[in-house]
């Protein structure tokens, strides 16, 4: 049987530096291969969900359509040069100057989305649970010459919105309609 | 030596966090500039449709430019013959092989593209079977 070593004069061993050379090693390894497969943009990607094309003649069809017709609000947004207006079919939201569109561009040439929101907030607090079958539904038309980024960022503004410290769905589901000449 | 593994380890942590298995989907240009948006789910691999300040893309293939646009019509012709002709081949998959045909295609706009032509896109992209579309954006912030 072996001696136990001294303890006394080892001791001063247990005071060496960690060997962390290895550890060292690997790192420098991962990190460019990490850095090589990072993200850099993140990418997001909004659903829009067109019908698919409908066949003409298809009289059922027709019939059931119209029966759903009757609880629908067919809410729309139609951006322009001068501004947004909120619609339906049958009735139109004045602005607070009572002429023009609902929400006016501001001095500068952008969209007011802080006033689109409350004015939309204010439209789904009327139609909420009244059993309409499209109160999430917006369709969004704009002039020819309306930029991508501003309907972009019209779709951002009308998903949803923060009462009372929850959030609510305002119209996350976005529909398009044709170009208004 | 220690400070330096410290720094490693954050390094380290923060590439981790923004590891992604996808692989770029996007390739980047001044002629294309995503817009920039909040919303929006993280995108899937499916057929693109781009259309950059000049041309109109499927798959990173150039197809036509944007000039080459009927202003008359609201159906592009060349780029619905382009697309009918991968739905097709998509719907011949999915028999053949089983592969899901999904409908989907990812439109990748130039910021600066009026809606007009979005509009022409979207209708063609819907007339040749992929009503599916996604709007791919930029995640601000």
Redesign the interface.
């Known amino acids: 049987m072996a001696y136990k070593p001294s303890a006394r004069q080892n001791s001063d061993e247990l005071n060496m530096?960690l060997d962390?050379r290895p550890?060292?090693n690997l790192?420098?390894v991962?990190?460019p291969l990490?850095?090589q497969?990072?993200?850099?943009?993140?990418?997001?990607?909004?659903?829009?969900?067109?019908?698919?094309?409908k066949s003409v003649g298809n009289n059922p069809a027709e019939q059931q359509d119209k029966k759903e017709e009757e609880m629908k609000i067919g809410l729309k947004l139609a951006?322009t040069s001068a501004g947004i207006t909120i619609a339906n079919a049958q009735a139109l939201l004045p602005s607070d100057s009572g002429e023009g569109p609902t929400v006016p561009v501001l001095d500068d040439g952008t969209y007011d989305y802080a006033l689109l929101k409350t004015k939309l907030i204010e439209v789904k607090k009327l139609i909420a649970g009244k059993g309409y079958k499209d109160e999430n539904r917006a369709v969004i038309t704009?002039?020819?010459?309306?930029?991508?980024?501003d309907?972009?960022?019209v779709?951002?503004n009308i998903?949803t919105y923060e009462e009372d410290g929850t959030e609510k769905v305002l119209f996350p589901e976005i529909n398009?309609g044709?170009?208004i000449q | 030596?220690?400070s330096?593994?410290d720094m490693?380890?954050i390094?380290?942590l923060f590439?981790?966090k923004?590891?992604?298995?996808?692989g770029a989907?996007?390739t980047?240009s001044e002629e294309l500039r995503?817009?920039?948006?909040?919303?929006?789910?993280?995108?899937k691999k499916e057929l693109q449709v781009s259309i950059t300040k000049e041309a109109i893309l499927i798959n990173n293939n150039q197809l036509m430019s944007v000039s080459d646009v009927d202003p008359e019509s609201v159906l592009i012709q060349p780029l619905y013959k382009a697309l009918a002709n991968v739905a097709k081949e998509q719907s011949k998959l999915e028999v053949d092989v089983g592969t899901e045909f999904t409908?989907t295609v990812?439109i990748q706009?130039?910021?600066?593209?009026?809606?007009?032509m979005?509009?022409k896109i979207?209708f063609t992209c819907?007339?040749s079977?992929f009503?599916?579309?996604?709007?791919?954006?930029?995640?601000k912030g």
């Open positions: 530096e962390i550890v060292m790192m420098v991962l990190i990490l850095l497969g990072a993200e850099w943009v993140k990418l997001g990607a909004i659903e829009i969900n067109a019908p698919p094309t951006i704009a002039g020819n010459k309306v930029e991508y980024q309907l972009v960022s779709i951002d998903q398009f044709s170009v | 030596m220690n330096m593994m490693m380890t390094i380290l590439l981790l923004s590891f992604s298995t996808e989907l996007i980047a995503l817009p920039e948006s909040v919303m929006g789910e993280k995108p409908h990812i706009g130039d910021q600066t593209i009026p809606f007009e979005l509009y979207m819907s007339k079977q009503y599916k579309m996604r709007l791919l954006t930029v995640k």
